[in-house]
């Protein structure tokens, strides 16, 4: 949906048309279909971007993209969840307090709380965190979007499966609870100042 460059009107479809020689001297414009029809413009054709085969040919999808281009691109390690406690057990482990670590990693001790706090702190802190701890903080990624459902036989599971499923049986209703007046508050509502 765009605007007609010949007659204003907004949200409408608009397409490309070519203005005769005596009025525009062949100017393209994108035009509504009702001045399309009006003026008799030409339509300009639409240009299909053509395939082009890739000269390597793939025989196998990878999913990734290219690094630093392609912002969707998945890593294939990712930080821990437990970032935080797994920085705070080992320091422990080790009978270092905040402070003692803070000057091991010559950061500031604000640096260690928060990072134990679980405020995820940049990748060259994390690295220093782990070289200093001698621990892991970074896992192998996991696909989030993918769920697996088991099922007892080795048939695939169908929806007609799911909707048998205990899960999915009607909840049965709670007994209702008779409303009573609030404390304060009248039965009209809540007054407000004038």
């Not at 969840?81 to 402070?99: M, T, V, W, Y």
């Amino acid at each position: 949906m765009g605007a007609c460059e010949l007659c204003g009107a907004e949200g409408v479809s608009t397409k490309r048309a070519k203005i005769a020689k005596p009025v525009g001297h062949n100017s393209i414009l994108e035009c509504c279909n009702r001045c399309i029809e009006s003026m008799g413009l030409i339509v300009e054709a639409v240009r299909v971007p053509t395939y082009v085969p890739p000269t390597e040919t793939q025989n196998s999808v990878s999913g990734k993209g290219i690094s630093g281009v392609d912002i969707m691109t998945k890593d294939e390690v990712e930080l821990a969840n437990d970032f935080h406690s797994r920085i705070r057990n080992a320091r422990k482990h080790r009978g270092l307090s905040q402070e003692d670590l803070a000057k091991q990693m010559n950061e500031k001790i604000a640096v260690i709380q928060k990072t134990e706090n679980g405020i995820r702190p940049t990748d060259s802190l994390l690295n220093k965190f782990a070289k200093s701890l001698d621990i892991k903080l970074f896992v192998e990624s996991v696909s989030h979007a993918h769920t697996m459902v088991a099922s007892d036989n080795d048939r695939q599971m169908t929806i007609s499966d799911v909707k048998k499923s205990p899960e999915s049986e009607p909840k049965k209703q709670k007994s209702q609870k008779k409303k009573g007046r609030r404390i304060g508050v009248s039965r009209s509502g809540a007054r407000s100042r004038r």
